[in-house]
């Protein structure tokens, strides 16, 4: 990847000196630093995690794993493409020249799976498990008849330079398929659900099992397969219990779970994913090799055990809020992290967020009305923004105010003026211009990669709207 804090720098001293209202060079923010920090945690490796037990990651979109036993290898989740997982292969080939003998899917997301034609060859008898749902996860907006690729895309930045395209969060940011946004974390649905799309090297699976639990021998190795529905309803982890390794695909990475993915194509279950973390720490492993970043090796119940009671903290104080009639907006501050699970960098908010979760939560049991009575006597967009123009004395006024915010660094009263004067006066180019200016400043400073991607491709539309009223 070529992103350096050099790159990064001039694109903001680009959009600052673009800027109307902004004289000053404001500094790299400290979201932006992390991010890049986080990166340095995607360089190409393979990690002996256990004797027979090895781990690349960086190679593809997720981590990829390969069991030696005696006459043969199991492969985990072959990752995310035919050219990068075929990497994948000449390292572990690197290791061993025992033939694959079983392909594991962890569960059906495309950034696992799509790869699989690197390691599986027809006629050779390769197994290839997953559970008896697998690719349950439909895609919603593609049953609507919605366009499934409009909020994927922002969300994952797919559209945005690479100066501005620094983290999906749990992963190297996946490469551009030409003519096409990227094969990064289910943002395409497997083939089953997209014939016109069919993925390159998605094999389906031979063997699926619909128990909780089957014990499994492979070239001489034990292991078992556990449905553990969460970030996906067909997720399954892998158990080693001689070498006592868990597999726990995308139900553990190191960021907080991503339990609403701002894409909006999957519905998940907060009550199932906590209920299959208590179930990986019911196996006491030594070794946690998550879907993504790289496998905890040390610690590795208490990593365990702070995700999962993390994920019930904010699911509880969530549902406790909500009893005593407490908003979403209210509830994100409600149910916030304590501190000794807030600051721990697995449970930051790279991927997934906590804000995420609790509206989600929140909207899952009791739906969209979040109940404010004033919210069930909403006005339209353009009467609101009327109400805020009459307060300030007209829609002039209000666009001199948000210049004013945004001079004086309220870059988000700014954007909340604008955006309500874009509705009095769709042509203003200067209100366009101003929001998204504004934008690209709040998505500079935001940690969340999803938000920030979105942030950041909200943004350019707004500009290329102010271009185009020009
Ligand atoms: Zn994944």
């Known amino acids: 990847m070529n992103f350096n804090n050099i790159s990064v720098l001039r694109s903001v001293s680009v959009i600052l000196m673009n800027c109307l209202f902004v004289s000053t060079v404001m500094a790299q923010s400290e979201a932006t630093n992390r991010l890049l920090e986080r990166n340095r945690m995607f360089e190409k490796q393979v990690i002996q995690v256990a004797d027979n037990v090895y781990t690349a990651s960086g190679y593809t979109v997720s981590a990829n ?11 985990i989740d072959p990752g995310s493409s035919p050219s990068t997982s075929q990497l994948v292969r000449q390292e572990f080939e690197k290791i ?9 899917y962890t569960h059906s997301h495309p950034d696992h799976i799509n790869g699989s034609v690197a390691f599986y060859e027809e006629g050779r008898g390769i197994q290839v498990w997953q559970r008896n749902n697998y690719a349950s996860e439909r895609g919603r907006q593609v049953e609507a008849g919605l366009d499934a ?5 922002r969300a994952m930045g797919s559209e945005l330079p690479d100066e501005q395209r620094i983290g999906v969060g749990v992963a190297i940011p996946p490469a551009r398929p030409a003519g096409r946004s990227a094969d990064m974390a289910g943002a395409r649905q497997p083939a089953t659900t997209q014939p016109a799309s069919r993925p390159q090297g998605n094999v389906p699976p031979t063997h699926t099992f619909g128990e909780d639990r089957v014990s499994l021998e492979i070239a001489g190795i034990k292991l078992d397969l556990v449905a553990a529905p969460g970030e996906t309803d067909d997720q399954l982890y892998v158990w080693l219990p001689e070498e006592r390794v868990l597999f726990a695909g995308d139900n553990f990475y190191q ?8 894409r909006g194509t999957a519905r998940r279950s907060t009550r199932d994913w906590i209920a299959s973390l208590a179930s990986m720490m019911a196996e006491n492993p030594l070794v946690l090799v998550g879907g993504h970043t790289t496998p905890i090796t040390e610690d590795t119940m208490t990593v365990l055990t702070n995700y999962h009671d993390a994920l019930k903290w904010v699911h509880d104080k969530t549902i406790e809020g909500a009893k005593k009639f407490l908003t979403p907006d209210e509830l994100v501050e409600y149910a916030a992290l304590p501190e000794h699970l807030a600051d721990l960098d697995y449970l930051q908010d790279y991927y997934g967020s906590v804000e995420g979760t609790v ?9 969209w009305f979040d109940g404010n009575v004033l919210n069930l006597h909403r006005e339209n967009p353009v009467q609101q923004a009327q109400r805020m123009a009459d307060l300030v004395g007209g829609v002039d006024e209000l666009m001199s105010k948000a210049k004013r915010a945004m001079e004086s660094g309220d870059e988000l009263g700014a954007a909340q003026l604008a955006w309500h004067v874009t509705k009095l006066q769709p042509a203003s180019a200067d209100a366009f211009q101003l929001l998204g200016e504004a934008l690209a400043i709040i998505a500079e400073r ?20 102010a271009a185009d009223s020009r």
């Open 255 to 262: 960021s907080w779970p991503n339990v609403y993915p701002l």
């Open 96 to 104: 061993t020249d025992k033939p694959v003998r079983a392909i594991i």
């Open 149 to 153: 690729d409009v909020r994927p895309s």
């Open 65 to 75: 794993s390969m069991i030696i036993g005696e006459d043969g290898v199991v492969i």
């Open 446 to 465: 935001t940690f969340n990669t999803p938000v920030r991607n979105y942030t950041f491709s909200s943004s350019n539309r707004y500009l290329e709207r």
């Open 359 to 367: 509206r989600d939560i929140y909207a899952q049991d009791l739906g």
